[in-house]
């Protein structure tokens, strides 16, 4: 047998004489720091060994002479029996290391964790992931300190560097989840948590991976010394989770305290799940305390009743799991239509707006007899409650859904109301959902008071955002339909809407009708015997005037329905749609 290769002969596992079936072990050649085994060829008896330990032979150099021969049975090649089950110590010790970190390996912390009526981040991660579908990436990372304690401690204390992060499946569909841990040095940022974060960050983007944020911790970690870091502001996770914007999925989960870095990160996503527990500030104490502002509790800082109210949070969960829930439930409407689903009958829409024009009446219920039976997920709905927005279901289609409330300000419009209409028509142009928009509106709010939050600007957002969708849109009047708020309400036109259609108890005009007869009538009025009877009388006249039907004669209108049409008319006006023309850059965190 030659030599394969130029190298130097380490050991010769055989001796004269020896019988050695095919593929035994006959040299070990070591070259370029890698050891080749030379085998036999076939079956046979050694009959000469030509070198020996430390030589060293130039390739194709003889090494043994075999000659080929029946053996005995008992002859064994080498290897040739492997126990599948035997651990070596390599793997061993990979095992152990990886089990330091789980929450098996951790009881004390996770019992402290459950005390608090807690679930750990690898539980909940494990809950929103299809089973077995998690992998995990750094989880062998430990917080950049070694200069300051010692390894062993390191790998107990400060698993995965405090960021549970990898792939799985959710829905089965692919999706990046990341899930600071608070029982590691309080879910604060160190260097190697920044650098697992943007490996996360860069894979959801290359990958086009939906991203599930839980955020629960501090912010930056001040006591990491494996570093040169001077001040961390190069740091690229912030920059990375704002270019995901408007091209994936995001969503934030907040539970427990989430200040600074992980309150940043978590008011990128397209949308913020929390629970009752849940606080959330660009601040914590020390920070707040350290700018002189005062000694506050954690407790003290963006609670959940401000968060809510404010527009911050989205949809409030009633603890981890529902919040979890939440969160699947999320992203299935950007995974396309479903086949199983089952609707309200559609004739029970003909009786929920009163014949009185001016009695309010429920628009949630008019949603959710609209969509498809437990379709509806409402966004914000502790915010601007003139304005309702959800993601609903038609026919097992996804799509956008924003509906004026009557019970709130008779259904104006005001700013806090704009804002949100115009930033979830973002988020659903961004993820191409159709949107479905259900008009009741006598406008927009005007007075001293509302021009004190600059309306102007945050009003005509609605306008900009609205001319600008890519996606399909249908307006359908359920009732009032007036002036500048109506024109909203159908992304700026009733011409710009794929289908602009309205009940039959919808009304249409430049202004509220009660407004036009006191402008367009005041002589008038002013010099009536009974001034409320002649007003009473001509608005009767204006309604007639603005009534649907005849609206529609003028063509102002493309129709005016059946309500329990109107599924068919949104299913007709978003089906075989052509492909996009471009896409939103981002959308708006606000």
């Not at 035997?86 to 970190?101: I, N, S």
């Not at 160190?190 to 939906?210: C, I, V």
């Not at 600074?260 to 949308?271: E, K, P, W």
């Amino acid at each position: 047998m030659g030599a394969p290769m130029q190298g130097t002969v380490v050991s010769v596992k055989v001796t004269a004489g020896q019988e050695v079936r095919a593929g035994a072990a006959l040299v070990v050649l070591e070259a370029m720091k890698m050891e080749h085994v030379v085998r036999a060829e076939y079956d046979g008896i050694v009959e000469e060994v030509l070198v020996e330990a430390s030589w060293t032979v130039k390739r194709d150099a003889p090494l043994v002479r075999v000659r080929a021969a029946e053996v005995a049975a008992a002859a064994r090649e080498e290897g040739a029996s492997i126990d599948l089950d035997a651990v070596r110590a390599d793997l061993a010790a990979v095992r152990a290391r990886h089990e330091t970190g789980l929450d098996a390996g951790r009881p004390e912390a996770v019992r402290r964790r459950h005390e608090q009526g807690r679930r750990t981040a690898r539980e909940n991660i494990a809950d929103l992931c299809d089973d077995g579908t998690f992998t995990e990436y750094g989880a062998l990372a430990i917080a950049a300190q070694r200069r300051r304690r010692p390894v062993e401690e390191l790998i107990e204390r400060t698993p995965a560097d405090g960021l549970v992060c990898g792939v799985g499946e959710i829905g089965g569909r692919p999706a990046a989840v990341m899930s600071y841990d608070y029982t590691v040095l309080a879910g604060t940022q160190g260097y190697l948590n920044h650098r697992k974060t943007d490996r996360m960050l860069e894979l959801a983007a290359e990958r086009r991976l939906p991203l599930v944020l839980f955020a629960e911790g501090g912010g930056g970690r001040p006591g990491d010394t494996d570093t040169t870091t001077v001040s961390g502001l190069d740091v690229t996770s912030f920059w990375a989770m704002g270019r995901l914007s408007g091209e994936v999925p995001l969503v934030g989960i907040a539970s427990g305290r989430c200040f600074a870095g992980n309150a940043a990160l978590l008011g990128c996503c397209d949308v913020i799940i929390a629970t009752p527990d849940a606080n959330i500030g660009m601040g914590g104490p020390a920070m707040i305390e350290g700018g002189g502002l005062g000694t506050f509790r954690p407790e003290e800082i963006g609670p959940i009743g401000v968060q809510s109210a404010n527009g911050v949070v989205d949809i409030v969960a009633s603890d981890e799991a529902e919040a979890v829930a939440a969160a699947r439930r999320y992203l299935s409407y950007f995974s396309g239509p479903r086949e199983d689903w089952t609707a309200p009958d559609q004739r029970l829409l003909r009786h929920l707006i009163p014949e009185n024009r001016k009695t309010p009446y429920d628009v949630a219920r008019v949603v959710e007899t609209l969509a498809d039976t437990d379709s509806v997920l409402e966004l914000r709905g502790g915010f601007a409650p003139g304005i309702r927005t959800a993601l609903v279901r038609v026919g097992g289609v996804p799509m956008g859904l924003l509906a004026n409330d009557p019970t709130h300000l008779g259904g104006a419009i005001d700013r806090d109301g704009a804002d949100k209409a115009a930033r979830f028509l973002q988020l659903c142009d961004a993820h191409d959902l159709p949107v479905v928009s259900l008009c009741d509106t006598p406008g927009f709010m005007v007075g001293p008071e509302a021009e004190t939050t600059a309306t102007v600007r945050h009003f005509s957002r609605l306008f900009v955002t609205g001319a600008n969708l890519t996606v399909p849109l249908i307006t359908v009047v359920l009732r009032k339909a007036y002036g500048l708020g109506a024109q909203a309400m159908a992304g700026g036109s009733f011409k710009a809407p794929v289908a602009t259609i309205s009940w039959p108890t919808g009304e249409i005009g430049g202004m509220g009708l009660e407004g036009a007869v006191r402008l367009g009538f005041r002589k008038e009025l002013e010099a009536a015997e009974d001034p409320d009877a002649l007003f009473d009388e001509m608005v009767a006249v204006a309604y007639e005037h603005s009534k649907a039907l005849n609206a529609a004669s003028a063509f102002e209108l493309d129709d005016v329905i059946d309500p329990a049409e109107t599924r068919r008319w949104i299913l007709a006006s978003f089906k075989d749609r052509p492909p996009r023309q471009g896409r939103r850059r981002f959308i708006d965190t606000w």
